[in-house]
């Protein structure tokens, strides 16, 4: 097993969050990248969770909303 400071954990992430495609990357609006120290109770084992609208689901009044969440 491999260990990491958080410091190099949060690194690692802002390096995978740039590598994302640019078609991918020019359709993340108004969603946050949240590192946690562990899931939440319902989120149970998961490594990673989008909490939000999807885009599909979004219609021309999506406005004044909280950001998507990726955990």
């Not at 946690?36 to 021309?60: K, W």
Request: proline share 7%; aromatic share 8%; glycine share 6%.
């Amino acid at each position: 097993m491999v260990h990491v400071t958080d410091e190099e954990f949060d690194h690692l992430v802002e390096e995978a969050v740039a590598r994302i495609p640019k078609r991918f990357a020019e359709r993340l609006e108004n969603v946050s990248f949240l590192v946690a120290d562990a899931p939440t109770r319902e989120q149970g084992r998961l490594l990673g969770l989008y909490e939000g609208i999807p885009l599909p689901d979004r219609s021309f009044n999506y406005s004044g909303v909280v950001p998507d969440v990726i955990t």
